[in-house]
């Protein structure tokens, strides 16, 4: 689904979208309020979503949403706004003039459940918004186990639940399900946020890495197409 006020701007992400064989673009929606709308009668996996809208923000649209991923779009380059978007729930963050391919790469990381922001705007936010975090939600952190510990650690720098599996020699199922009690004892509602935690929490250091250049193939074979 396309969410932003200007349909130009819809029109061109569609073009972009539409090139590509295994995304199908679904709806568009003008504004936040109208997206909450549409989503509650269509099936929708990813939601592309400007931040300033009129009616309803996407920030607050994005806090309101459950189950499809969202992927926030803006052409504000400011750290609060990514910061609070990662905070509702959004899975990531990009700038609208972000290459056609690497916003193709992002829907498809996101959708795979990869949490995707541009790497010089998480590397200000977290700078900035590190100590925002409550002592008593930091923690948090001292209550998992040490094997949870360690899924945190490797999904905060980035790795697949493939790639956490081939490290650890377990099997994927079993790393989802640690991950799965990581984010309910942290809390959180899913990877972006943990990647946010762990830098919050001083667990791990800002890196830089490409979006588009995921550290690792989804696993599971081809996933269905997404719907946009």
């Given at each position: 689904?396309?969410?932003?006020?200007?349909?130009?701007?819809?029109?061109?992400?569609?073009?972009?979208?539409?090139?590509?064989?295994?995304?199908?673009?679904?709806?568009?929606?003008?504004?936040?309020?109208?997206?909450?709308?549409?989503?509650?009668?269509?099936?929708?996996?990813?939601?592309?979503?400007?931040?300033?809208?009129?009616?309803?923000?996407?920030?607050?649209?994005?806090?309101?949403?459950?189950?499809?991923?969202?992927?926030?779009?803006?052409?504000?380059?400011?750290?609060?706004?990514?910061?609070?978007?990662?905070?509702?729930?959004?899975?990531?963050?990009?700038?609208?003039?972000?290459?056609?391919?690497?916003?193709?790469?992002?829907?498809?990381?996101?959708?795979?459940?990869?949490?995707v922001v541009s790497p010089g705007t998480l590397r200000?936010?977290?700078?900035?918004?590190?100590?925002?975090?409550?002592?008593?939600?930091?923690?948090?952190?001292?209550?998992?186990?040490?094997?949870?510990?360690?899924?945190?650690?490797?999904?905060?720098?980035?790795?697949?639940?493939?790639?956490?599996?081939?490290?650890?020699?377990?099997?994927?199922?079993?790393?989802?399900?640690?991950?799965?009690?990581?984010?309910?004892?942290?809390?959180?509602?899913?990877?972006?946020?943990?990647?946010?935690?762990?830098?919050?929490?001083?667990?791990?250091?800002?890196?830089?890495?490409?979006?588009?250049?995921?550290?690792?193939?989804?696993?599971?074979?081809?996933?269905?197409?997404?719907?946009?």
């Open positions: 689904m396309l969410v932003d006020d200007q349909q130009l701007l819809r029109a061109g992400f569609r073009m972009v979208l539409g090139a590509q064989p295994d995304i199908e673009v679904v709806a568009e929606a003008g504004d936040g309020a109208a997206a909450l709308e549409l989503l509650a009668g269509i099936e929708v996996d990813v939601v592309l979503m400007d931040v300033r809208m009129p009616n309803m923000d996407g920030v607050e649209a994005t806090r309101r949403i459950r189950g499809p991923k969202v992927l926030i779009l803006t052409t504000f380059d400011l750290d609060e706004y990514a910061f609070s978007a990662i905070k509702a729930g959004a899975a990531g963050f990009l700038l609208k003039d972000v290459p056609p391919a690497d916003l193709v790469d992002a829907i498809r990381l996101v959708h795979a459940g990869d949490a200000r936010m977290l700078d900035r918004f590190a100590a925002q975090l409550p002592a008593e939600e930091l923690s948090a952190a001292t209550d998992l186990t040490p094997r949870e510990r360690e899924v945190l650690l490797m999904v905060a720098r980035g790795l697949s639940n493939t790639e956490v599996a081939a490290r650890l020699e377990v099997a994927e199922a079993t790393v989802k399900t640690h991950l799965g009690r990581v984010l309910a004892k942290l809390g959180l509602r899913d990877r972006a946020q943990v990647v946010v935690y762990a830098y919050e929490a001083g667990i791990v250091v800002p890196s830089h890495r490409p979006i588009g250049q995921a550290p690792g193939s989804p696993s599971g074979g081809r996933p269905h197409q997404p719907k946009v």
